[in-house]
């Protein structure tokens, strides 16, 4: 089994050549602490302006791919993968912050554990990572459990080893600073991939930080969000319609307790009840658009997703016999909100009734045709996905049985016209 080490670089020439001797240095460790038996290790010099490419450039056991213009963090480390033959691939910052030779346990990691991602977690007690970038890269790991729901302790880390075969399900991956937490967020939300920490040590860096706390932290956070946005949508909106209801519920607090003491709203909570019915209609909408979102990934990607307390709460909700638990109960209530409106209107041609009746019975009305319209877009997706399933199991029953595929080389990124390889 051969590993393939990528050191994405820019502008270390202070830290470059010390990276690179204590890599080469690992190998021996590697192969008798872990099933890989060949290592070889390709430093991608990004864009470099000082001294990066020509130091690398000095060694005959290391490949070196120079871009002529800097193109990011998760370029150098994709084109790295392209050009690497391992069955495994790794990667670690060129600062001296990682030990390469804890390439071995990650690679042990991923073999006995079968797993698609072994992370090296600096979350160590040990760490010399500063306190306010430590904090941040547990925000980020608390966000991505809490939107997944596995626990991952560093989203961020710049030491992994991951299975080559694991690529096309991983990609698109960006090509800036935030291709690590994106990676994290890729595999986190697809329960197809697995992934592993090991806790590491973790130095002080060597030379100037490329990191920008403040820009880089934003959008680390945005591609967290965008990521599960993509692959797990209904989480998002599931959250947020939860939020909208919680609020409407701490909003509506007051105007119940007092229509129950004394009978009456004072005309000044008209706005207060105006915004919680656009409270209600949001989270109606968000809920809606879980359900929906949920379906038709489910749909496009032919995968059984795991699925939580809530979801499938809302599964049972979102169907016609739902609509009808729901919207059952609620026909007296709206009588009694409106009816006398409605029948003073019939009978003399005026409306006798309060406007808080009116925006609550609105609300009502609204969350249940919104509900049945939802059910009936949810039905037709549910139907495409079993003829989906039948369709996949009539050509899996024509096929014929072939061994399994072993490991594979894999390229599912094009080669960038104005890299250079050097030997």
């Not at 992994?160 to 990609?171: A, E, F, G, N």
């Not at 909106?237 to 229509?259: N, R, S, Y």
């Not at 656009?278 to 909408?285: E, I, K, S, V």
Request: charged fraction near 20%; hydrophobic fraction near 50%; charge should be neutral.
């Amino acid at each position: 089994m051969k590993l393939s080490i990528v050191i994405p670089a820019y502008n270390e020439e202070e830290a470059i050549v010390s990276i690179i001797d204590r890599t080469l240095a690992a190998r021996p460790h590697i192969f008798e602490n872990s099933p890989v038996d060949d290592v070889e290790v390709i430093v991608v010099s990004d864009g470099s302006t000082d001294r990066t490419a020509e130091l690398a450039g000095g060694y005959d056991a290391v490949r070196l791919i120079v871009f002529h213009r800097n193109r990011g963090y998760g370029a150098a480390i994709k084109r790295g993968f392209e050009e690497g033959a391992g069955e495994l691939i790794g990667f670690l910052d060129a600062d001296g912050t990682c030990d390469p030779n804890f390439f071995a346990p990650l690679c042990t990691a991923v073999v006995e554990e079968n797993a698609s991602v072994a992370i090296g977690s600096r979350m160590s007690a040990d760490s010399c990572m500063p306190a306010l970038r430590r904090f941040g890269n547990r925000g980020y790991a608390l966000i991505l459990s809490l939107l997944s729901n596995r626990l991952v302790t560093d989203a961020a880390s710049g030491m992994r080893v991951l299975r080559r075969d694991v690529l096309p399900h991983l990609y698109p991956l960006p090509d800036g600073l935030h291709f690590t937490p994106a990676m994290s967020a890729r595999v986190l939300m697809d329960d197809r991939l697995t992934i592993v920490e090991c806790p590491m040590p973790y130095r002080a860096r060597i030379g100037e930080s490329k990191l920008h706390v403040i820009g880089d932290g934003l959008r680390f956070l945005r591609t967290i969000f965008e990521m599960t946005l993509m692959w797990r949508p209904g989480r998002l909106f599931m959250l947020a319609a939860v939020f909208c209801f919680v609020l409407l519920v701490l909003l509506a607090m007051h105007p119940i307790e007092m229509w129950l003491t004394l009978g009456r709203l004072q005309e000044s909570m008209i706005y207060r009840l105006l915004f919680c019915s656009l409270l209600g209609t949001m989270g109606a909408t968000l809920l809606s658009s879980a359900v929906i979102c949920d379906l038709l990934a489910g749909l496009l990607d032919g995968q059984t997703r795991s699925r939580t307390f809530l979801a499938r709460v809302l599964d049972h909700l979102y169907t016609f016999s739902g609509v009808g638990i729901v919207a059952v109960p609620m026909l007296p209530l709206l009588a009694w909100l409106v009816g006398g409106g409605v029948s003073t209107f019939v009978t003399a041609g005026f409306v006798d009734l309060h406007w808080s009746r009116v925006v609550l019975a609105g609300l009502i009305v609204f969350g249940i045709g919104q509900m049945l319209v939802t059910v009936l877009i949810a039905n037709i997706l549910r139907f495409h996905a079993a003829r989906r399933k039948v369709r996949s199991a009539a050509r899996a029953s024509d096929q014929v049985s072939v061994p399994a595929q072993t490991l594979g080389r894999s390229r599912p990124v094009s080669r960038p016209a104005e890299a250079e390889v050097v030997a």
